[in-house]
């Protein structure tokens, strides 16, 4: 009993000390935090051979294969572009930016 009694006392004289340690004033110094900022992201929509891309100006569009192949890039250059894609019917990825998408073109 005494032994149980001994370590309640331990805990909450910890706690105290702990909660007392808190309540200290102490300096603190911030060397400049830099804000992160989100842009939007880019809208790919596709509409059978033709990609278009809105809000993707100075990014690229990389078509890649289902084997992990680049087949093609193009650099979007304006806020909306469409690019017409010159490919063989299958399946294939386009990435711009984070955006990632999977299309078919038949």
């Known amino acids: 009993m005494r032994r149980k009694f001994t370590l309640i006392a331990a805990c909450i004289a ?8 808190s309540a200290t ?4 110094s911030e060397m400049g935090i830099a804000e992160q900022i989100e842009e939007p992201a880019p809208a790919l929509s596709v ?29 979007i250059e304006g806020p909306a572009q469409r690019v017409e894609l010159n490919l063989p ?14 299309v078919t073109v038949r």
């Open 14 to 21: 910890l706690t105290f000390l702990a909660s007392n340690a």
């Open 89 to 102: 019917k299958g399946c294939y990825i386009l990435k711009v930016g984070k955006v990632v998408r999977k």
């Open 47 to 75: 509409d059978g051979n033709i990609v278009s891309v809105q809000g993707a100006s100075g990014k690229t569009l990389e078509v890649v294969s289902l084997t992990g192949k680049t087949v093609a890039t193009y650099k």
């Open 25 to 28: 004033p102490f300096m603190v």
